[in-house]
């Protein structure tokens, strides 16, 4: 994933990965090939008013939506954001709507901040 590569640095952590292109990625799950996806997230909202991660998550939802195919965000308990607003945005980072999201998994004894 772009901006910071942090798909290409997990990929080498584990051995049987390999990296596409979001785009490629993207066909893969508009023909089929992929069941369910699941991202990271840099700050999770309060009141399921979303999540931030890094842009071309949003894209990558609306693909998924448009597909039938599941799309989860997972983050620990330190990215919980209760302010009703969103935090301070650098270029690198969106909010997307946490409709677009089968589910936003957190620890289960986790409170917003």
Same mark, same amino acid.
């Given at each position: 994933?772009?901006?910071?590569?942090?798909?290409?640095?997990?990929?080498?952590? %584990?051995?049987? #990965?390999? *990296?596409?292109?979001? $785009? &490629?990625?993207?066909?893969?799950?508009?023909? =089929?090939?992929?069941?369910?996806? %699941?991202?990271? #997230?840099? *700050?999770?909202?309060? $009141? &399921?008013?979303?999540?931030?991660?890094?842009? =071309?998550?949003?894209?990558?939802?609306?693909?998924?939506?448009?597909?039938?195919?599941?799309?989860?965000?997972?983050?620990?308990?330190?990215?919980?954001?209760?302010?009703?607003?969103?935090?301070?945005?650098?270029?690198?980072?969106?909010?997307?709507?946490?409709?677009?999201?089968?589910?936003?998994?957190?620890?289960?004894?986790?409170?917003?901040?």
């Amino acid at each position: 994933s772009t901006p910071g590569d942090e798909g290409m640095l997990m990929a080498i952590d %584990i051995p049987s #990965a390999s *990296c596409i292109s979001d $785009d &490629e990625f993207q066909q893969q799950i508009l023909d =089929g090939k992929i069941d369910v996806v %699941i991202v990271g #997230a840099d *700050c999770v909202l309060s $009141d &399921e008013n979303g999540i931030v991660n890094k842009i =071309g998550t949003a894209e990558l939802a609306f693909v998924c939506k448009q597909a039938g195919v599941p799309i989860l965000s997972s983050a620990d308990r330190w990215k919980l954001w209760s302010d009703i607003y969103c935090p301070p945005l650098e270029d690198i980072f969106e909010l997307i709507p946490s409709e677009l999201f089968e589910h936003v998994l957190v620890p289960k004894d986790a409170k917003q901040r």
